[in-house]
């Protein structure tokens, strides 16, 4: 039998999906609450000793002061229900980890990288990286980083090449939980407006991308095995068939979508590859603990974020914040620099983005700065990009450090901070250009 953990955590995802996919609020309220207890319930409460922990505690604390002194805290308190479906998406899309792992698919691209030429193995690893990411989201790089940590000359030039890769996904790929976040923030922007100016953005990441230069040592050359190839380009199919069945089908939200779509690829596996109970309870607990361990404390900070952003939507706060931001929020050049390049300049100082985003996110409007609502959306996209590439503390760089054994600082600011302003210099062009 799951333990408790495992119940909670898995029932807060299927609530979640439930109640965004009938669009009912009570749902998605007991969702959020169902959060909060597996939050309550985690031995020792781990999720506080690190950062993103400390900081959703501080956060708290502002958002209850900001509605003591103007505005209604029972209001606030239910804006908790805002980001937590973006906690459900990240829990479902890492369940496809379980059969990816089990069905070995890591030594099939380890075969494959071993017939690529020396000189084309950055660009395959980065192309590799952006391909599994919008199905593996952060777990693309633990994934890579079993076969290609300590192969590449100079040691930065894998794991830079991992997450630049991953960082290409975030602009066109709705998987990602700061992608969610922009999702929720944008409900009627429809995805498949935002395409083509994420194609361009694309375009622009691939050239500059392609300007590192490291060696990757491949390992032996092994044979291809169609059962391994089989079962990923299934896992491929059946997760977007549902994301597409969910959205265009059911009606359902992207968020929803996705998140459904990451439990139908377990389901698959477990009902046409795995059949035993007892072997999937237990990878499915391993995988619960594992996943709870990385992803707790950033949902403390996503719910308590918003509990913040529902307070500054308080009449008396938005006013404040119209007058304080004014210099952000109109129609020039220097209003799109100052949100591209800025917030991840605060990223890079060890702000957490989604403190900047839940403060300027309704408080920038696509009118004031004269832009059409998805080249708006493209923008919080970009900056969110940016400021998890070039964060030491971003949870994209930690996974790297982990992954690679080299330090969040090497990896993020070190590494990119030239890549990072030459996209963010032709960003700003094309998000003008494209309004």
Known sequence: MPNVTVIVVWGFCLLSVLGESIHSMIVQHFACALLIVVLAITPGWRWVRRGSGKLALAIVAVALLLTWQHGSIYEALLGTVRYTPVIALLLCVSLIRIPVKASELDITLSGLLSRVGPSSRVRLVTATAASLAPILNLGTIAFLGTFLRGKSIPE????????RGVGMAMLWAPTFAPIALVMTAFPNVVWTSTLPIAATLVTVSIVLSARLSAAIEAGQTVSLRLDRLWVGGALVAIVAGTAVAFRNIAGANITASVSASGISGLLFWVIIIEKRKGYFVSKL???TQQIWEA??????????SGFLATALQQPYWTERLHEFLGFVNEPTWMSMAWLILGVP????????PVVPFSILVHAVTADNLGVAPPVLYM????????SLLVSPASALNISASSSFGISTWEIGFQANWRYGLAFGLAAILILHQWS
């Open 156 to 163: 930065t030039g894998a794991p830079v090449a991992v997450t």
């Open 345 to 352: 300049a605060l990223a890079v100082i060890g702000i957490h």
């Open 295 to 304: 992803v707790s404390a950033e949902a403390a900070l996503f719910t308590a």
């Open 285 to 287: 607990t391993e995988h």
């Open 379 to 386: 923008t919080w996209v970009v900056i969110w990009m940016l």
